[in-house]
């Protein structure tokens, strides 16, 4: 019926003549696919060096040498090294008037300004290094004190001198101290001790993560004994020994969709469940913990599934064959053989977890807190959430320590990803 | 700590119980050489089993319980001044006494707050002797009586598999004990909500200004202003949803059907674990990012080409968003695209067609399906997006569609609302619950969508 039939050399022609064009279009698609990954790839590599760049100056500060006058009469007035003779002592006037002799303030507006250009923390440090080694009792030593953070971005660079004196954060007086004492070579740009050591501060010279890492440590830690076993169990009995009936059925609908709620309804039901109606108090790692137990625990159980699945039937047969009980082979070839499996899925859960804000937010973790917890019941804080608060002060220097925080997290994360993948090739089988 | 010492003893209690369990078959079958049914273990790790399991159960309730209890029996010791006082409130009351046995004391409480904490301290403190000796008696009565059914006859194995495979099914049964969680912990307040503010104009309202009604009554002027339409939030969430998605969805599948079709294998080991990093990265990295590099590079180069755009605005937060889910794309996306049998490809080839062709024409229809779930779960985890939205996207709640102002979204909003001192019962707090009951069926709803549709397209290959 078709009249239309095209002889076969004009086919060929047409075919010929449209083939350039329809490469060119296959180019195309390959281009826009190339262009696609390396927008991605671009973008990765601007995050980190941005971060990266921001962040690195974070790790250091300046310090100012002084040489300290170590008078036990003054630092010490009872002479037992306690921390009550020590808050009575006057260290931080010793700093003080150790500062005075080299920049020689005049009259007492310039006094109580280059009393300021020492960190707040003068008097803690001065303490505890005599605490530490009570020799220094009675010479006279150089000792490194942090400066203020509005000096720090000064000497950086952020303030500058040119600034009429009106509009920036500090005076004249303080930039000709600051040259004095630069003119001494007093000043030292030096790895600083804060940000590793120091605790949630509301100075930013001072400020560190010492106390956000223990509680995320602690905060991991509960996550993991928690969901790991859990995990575990679920996936075990899911694949092994549940019968496929409406109530397995059921919970494989639930665990997809828990895996789907946004992790801040994790935070609200944390807040509703154990704070209101189990009476624990807020803050705490252990409620922290548990949150994100049950948040991570779609993680490990899909992945625990996966590697339970992936042991041949033939390993079990042959446990079956030798007169094993069903709990055997589960607990003797089954777990031990998808071990890597699901160690890599726990992994990854818990990088999750230790990347997680949101939730802790709601269970009150994101109070200001400058003791270090000790135990899961001790208020605290954790990283990433340290480094939301920092990223909302206006203090000029709380941007490089919430990089140079940020550059820890994600060097925690790196490495326990690479641990995961490493694991994966090293351990698992291929049947 | 005391928590820690009893749980210790509980466990130490149940571990010199497996030692008497198994040298007791152990006697039964060297000494009296009796015929035992399971290995010596078997019976130590019953005895175990019967002394911990009861003692652990019930020191989980009991410490559960306490605090509840205790927050009813206190309610005898408010005074009736206190009780009968215009904006009495139980449940500040009962945080007010809380705080003070936990030695968190801001300004001067009251002298009964402080009368009331003595009396729950030493509640406390009798609850922890009764719960230790009741826990101490229980492991070992239990022990005890497990280790009486010791006997050549009895099969401890099958007895000890028996409550294995039970607690195995119990804690299976925890994800649906967290979704009924979920679920109860927003609804229960959302009620209490939609009785103070009328359903219609929580869905249809315009204008979302939340107010603490302390505000009110302190007479600050504001009585009446609090309004709450969340309008301006889904309107909000909408605009930096669609932002993230008009960056996500071209790259992520032109990156899938690179990754999948047209990349060497070397090539796909390299860039598919390079886009999934970006999955990994911590959203308030992502969050910090925005707020501090891109919000003010869009305000520079718009001022550069005279526009106004706010210091914090829809369009940061939509683009850094939308990076963030470009692997949520490409990785499902990849996978189905996988998934499709390769007869489909070579048939398109045999017929002469280009890679191009088969791509588009053919494999890309028949993964239509499973690339549409995969997008449909990239809008879900959009609309739950908190941090980026939280550090970069403001909380005015401006109903605009300029994505270049500053919105606010449905998980911000829960954010600002909830961390920090909430006054219990305030509309402005259970309207919280309300935004988060319905963040969750809008993400729930979509999953189960795109799980039905990724159902749908398995069974057509199968």
Not at chain 1, 90 to 106: G, H, M, R
Not at chain 2, 147 to 166: D, G, H, P, Y
Not at chain 2, 347 to 359: D, F, H, I, P, W
Request: aromatic share 12%; proline share 4%; glycine share 6%.
């Amino acid at each position: 019926m078709n009249n239309k039939l095209i002889n076969p050399t004009r086919a060929s022609e047409i075919v010929r003549n449209s083939i350039a064009k329809r490469r060119a279009k296959d180019n195309r698609l390959k281009l826009y696919g190339r262009i696609a990954i390396g927008f991605a790839v671009c973008f990765l590599i601007f995050l980190f060096s941005s971060i990266f760049i921001k962040g690195y100056p974070g790790f250091f500060q300046y310090y100012v040498t002084l040489d300290i006058n170590f008078d036990r009469e003054r630092i010490d007035p009872q002479g037992d090294l306690s921390d009550n003779s020590l808050f009575n002592g006057e260290a931080s006037k010793i700093v003080n008037e150790a500062l005075f002799t080299i920049i020689d303030p005049k009259g007492r507006k310039a006094k109580k300004q280059a009393k300021k250009m020492v960190s707040s923390g003068k008097d803690v440090r001065l303490t505890n290094l005599v605490k530490s080694n009570p020799n220094l009792f009675g010479t006279i030593s150089s000792v490194k004190f942090a400066l203020d953070d509005d000096i720090d971005s000064f000497l950086r660079g952020y303030i500058k001198r040119e600034t009429p004196e009106s509009e920036r954060r500090i005076s004249d007086q303080i930039i000709k101290f600051v040259d004095k004492l630069d003119k001494e070579g007093r000043i030292s740009y030096e790895f600083s001790d804060y940000i590793l050591n120091g605790s949630a501060s509301g100075n930013p010279e001072m400020a560190g993560i010492k106390g956000a890492f223990f509680g995320s440590i602690l905060t991991l830690s509960v996550c993991l004994l928690i969901a790991f076993p859990l995990g575990v169990a679920t996936a075990v009995y899911l694949e092994e020994v549940a019968k496929k009936n409406k109530i397995t059925e059921l919970i494989e609908v639930n665990i997809n969709n828990l895996a789907a709620v946004p992790s801040v309804v994790f935070g609200i039901m944390g807040l509703a469940i154990f704070i209101s109606i189990f009476g624990m108090p807020r803050s705490i790692p252990l409620v922290g913990g548990m949150v994100l137990a049950l948040m991570t625990l779609p993680t490990i159980i899909i992945s625990s599934r996966a590697a339970i699945r992936a042991v041949p039937p033939s390993v079990r047969d042959a446990a079956y064959g030798i007169g094993a009980s069903k709990l055997q082979v589960i607990f003797h070839h089954v777990i031990p053989l998808a071990m890597p499996g699901m160690l890599t899925g726990t992994i990854i859960g818990m990088a999750q977890a230790l990347g997680e804000t949101a939730p802790l937010l709601m269970i009150g973790m994101v109070a200001f807190i400058v003791d270090v917890p000790n135990s899961v019941m001790d208020p605290g804080t954790v990283l990433p959430v340290q480094i939301f608060m920092w990223a909302d002060f206006a203090e000029r220097m709380f941007i490089q320590k919430t990089s140079a925080a940020i550059i820890i997290l994600l060097g925690f994360l790196i490495s326990m990803n690479a641990f995961a993948i490493y694991l994966r090739k090293k351990l698992e089988r291929r049947w | 700590m005391f928590n820690f010492y009893l749980l210790l003893l509980i466990l130490l209690i149940s571990f010199i119980f497996f030692y008497f369990g198994f040298r007791q078959a152990h006697i039964l079958k060297t000494l009296q050489n009796q015929k035992l049914h399971s290995l010596f273990h078997y019976y130590g790790l019953y005895v175990l089993l019967s002394s911990l399991l009861p003692s652990l159960g019930l020191y989980f309730v009991l410490t559960i319980c306490d605090d509840v209890v205790f927050a009813y029996m206190i309610k005898i010791y408010i005074p009736l001044d206190v009780l009968n006082s215009k904006d009495y409130n139980f449940n500040i009351v009962l945080a007010q006494i809380k705080n003070s046995v936990d030695g968190l004391i801001f300004g001067a409480p009251p002298q009964w707050v402080s009368d009331t904490a003595e009396i729950w301290k030493t509640w406390v403190f009798k609850s922890n002797i009764v719960t230790f000796i009741l826990c101490f008696i229980t492991s070992i009565i239990s022990g005890y009586f497990g280790f009486l059914k010791i006997n050549s006859k009895f099969r401890s194995r099958n007895a000890v598999e028996r409550i294995i495979m039970t607690l195995l099914a119990i804690s299976s049964v925890i994800a649906i004990l967290t979704t009924i969680a979920i679920i109860f912990s927003v609804i229960f307040e959302s009620i209490r909500f939609f009785v103070l503010i009328p359903f219609d104009e929580f869905l249809f309202g315009t204008v979302w200004n939340p107010q603490f009604e302390g505000a009110e009554r302190a007479g600050s002027g504001q009585e009446g202003l609090s309004q709450y339409g969340a309008v301006p939030l889904f309107a909000g969430t909408f605009l930096i949803s669609f932002i993230a998605l008009s960056v996500s969805i071209p790259i992520g599948l032109f990156s899938a059907i690179y990754l999948s079709e047209y990349a060497t294998s070397k090539e796909r080991a390299i860039f598919k674990p390079l886009l999934e990093i970006l999955a990994g990265i911590p959203t308030v990295v992502y969050g910090f990012f925005a707020a501090l590099t891109v919000a003010p590079f869009l305000r520079s180069s718009g001022s550069f080409f005279g526009l106004d755009v706010a210091s914090e605005s829809a369009l940061a937060a939509g683009l850094v968003m939308g990076i963030m889910i470009i692997p949520f794309i490409s990785s499902l996306s990849d996978d189905v695209i996988n998934a499709v049998p390769q007869s489909l490809r070579d048939a398109g080839y045999g017929l002469g067609s280009t890679k191009n062709e088969t791509v588009l024409k053919i494999v890309l229809p028949a993964a239509l399906p499973g690339v549409v779930a995969s997008i449909i779960l990239a809008v879900s985890r959009a609309v739950g997006e908190t941090m980026i939205v939280v550090m970069a996207a403001g909380l005015a709640a401006n109903l605009t569609a300029n994505p270049l102002e500053a919105v606010t979204t449905v998980t911000s909003q829960i954010v600002t609302i909830l961390v920090g001192d909430q006054e219990f019962e305030s509309a402005k707090t259970l309207s919280a619950f309300a935004l988060a009951l319905t963040l969750i069926i809008i993400t729930l709803g979509m999953n189960f969508y795109a799980l039905h549709i990724v159902k749908k397209y398995k069974e057509q290959y199968e």
